[in-house]
């Protein structure tokens, strides 16, 4: 749905320039509308989003109850600044990598409309208040403040410091999204786009273990020289401006707070200068001449001779070859790859990791099993018409299985070869090994189920949504209840390698390397199993829902 989809009489007229308040209105029940359409498609997408909406307000008002606790703790204006640096981070990142779910973000639905581009921003930049994610951020905001203000000067920052908060991050995860706009949806620059979101994966894996090591050094207070620094940058030093008002600092709080007002009108030009270049500059991708046609010989020669005959090869080269073209599916699993390599790496060299955060590597990957049918998106009505029996369906589910092995298990071993040899811990090794292995055989089983039951769309127009309005929640119940029953699959070899430890067995460790192997096999075969009749009975169900991109 877009704008040209709103009732009559409620959108922008042609016959004179649409204004900021003739816009504001219309986007705002646009959102509400995308909303409200999507969930009525079913009592159980309702369900979803509605347990999702309570489980997200509930940690907001355990965030604002606990901040507010902190009031008048000696560091506590060192730990909400920090929190509003991260806050801001995660405003940025989120929309590259996550759901955005509301199509009236996505600039390049509005390009056609008689619409210019500083009224525009005006009524995006409000629409893009409503929902869950501002009212969490207002939340935090709003217990940050709180804990900080001490007086009837600090109180008025604090008024004035809270929404401007929110504004800055709301109007940078925009600015954001609209510059990476043409990036991610160009076909020259989608490998440039990949990297780019690795990059950012990376600042934030640096950041989370820099705070960790922080946090380490000795209490809240060892955060107060980075927070001395974070005090002076948009949106923490709004925050910052509060707790400089209830020392008395006037001047430097006025200073803090000009400097996040400042930050808030340059992201918002930057934003309407990335929209006024998208609304009018002509896009690369359909300008370049279609490239003269390559030479094959067919998909038997090569390493793709090596793979079998039948249903089976030709699906695991379809997985593969999404994974090495689409742009999307490219973006996940290079995401993939890198954190689950960085996380346990970094550990290691920090020298305060296990061998075991090894199995985060297989961890990471095996989400790549989850929503199976959504890369197909509509196109998946091809492959559903090659399914006509059960025995059709598992063996579509075995073959991306088996495209998904091709990688994991190499890299899960690489990985854990990695960490051992960092900490030193060799004889860990076999043991975490077959940890993984047990992890990885229950994150595909539960990935085949979870992609019967719960399939959402992953919608191939926005360069910035991964899932359509509506399904989010979905999306989110699905990946979480998923590596949650995953992790309820390995508690059998989970608790063999604790009761190992615990008995001072650590030489029969090396038991865990088989046996984990053959229970995570046996578990992916069973989750292969269940999820095939599932499969093959809710097809109608699972192309309606891959398809409403």
Known sequence: MSVLDAPAGSGP????????????PV???????????????????????????????????????????????????????????????????????????????????????????????????????????????LCLAAGSVIALAHGAAAAVFAVLAAPLTLLVCVALARAVATANTRLLTS????????????????????????VQRLG?????????????????????SAIGSVDSASQGAYGRAAVQLLLSAAALVLL????????????????????????????????STGLWGLFPGGRTGTVMQRSLRYVARDPKTKAAWVTALAIGLIVPLLNALQGTGSVYFACFGAGMLGIQMYNQFGQDTSAFWMVALTISSTRDAYLELRARALALLLITLPYTVLVTVLTAAVLGDWAALPGVMGLSFALLGAMLATGAVTSANF????????????????????????????????????????????????????????????????????????????AAPRTADRLPEILTAVSKG
């Open 268 to 299: 918002v030009a930057l934003w309407r200068r990335s929209l006024e270049k998208l609304m009018t500059a002509p896009d690369g991708s359909t300008l370049s001449a279609a490239e003269p046609a390559r030479k094959s010989g067919g998909d």
């Open 27 to 137: 986007l705002v029940r646009l959102k509400l509308a995308l909303l409200r359409n999507g969930l009525r498609q079913s009592a159980g997408r309702r369900a979803v989003y509605i347990a999702s909406v309570v489980v997200t307000l509930l940690i907001a008002l355990g965030q604002l109850i606990g901040l507010i606790a902190l009031r008048g703790h000696a560091h506590t204006s060192s730990l909400v600044v920090l929190l509003a640096a991260v806050l801001a981070v995660g405003w940025a990142v989120m929309p590259l990598f996550f759901a955005a779910g509301d199509e009236t973000l996505d600039p390049s639905r509005l390009v056609m409309l008689p619409l210019r581009a500083r009224p525009l921003v005006t009524a995006l930049l409000v629409s893009s208040l409503v929902g869950i994610g501002p009212l969490f951020t």
């Open 187 to 210: 076909r020259k620059g989608r490998d440039l786009a990949v990297l780019s979101g690795l990059v950012i994966a990376v600042g934030v894996q640096g950041v989370n273990f820099g």
């Open 13 to 24: 007229r042609t016959s004179r320039p649409a204004g900021g308040e003739g816009l504001v």
């Open 216 to 236: 380490r050094a000795g209490g809240l207070s060892a955060l107060d020289p980075a927070a001395d620094v974070v005090r002076w940058l948009p949106p923490a």
């Open 455 to 530: 399939p959402y769309s992953v919608p191939q127009d926005g360069a910035f949504k991964n899932v359509a309005p509506g399904q989010a929640g979905l999306a989110w119940i699905s990946i979480f209840g998923g590596m949650v029953s995953a992790a309820l699959l390995c508690s059998p070899v989970i608790g063999l390698t604790i009761w190992l430890h615990l008995a001072d067995a650590e030489n029969w460790l090396w038991l865990l390397l088989p046996v984990g192997a053959v229970y995570g096999a046996l578990i992916a075969w069973g989750g292969l199993r269940v």
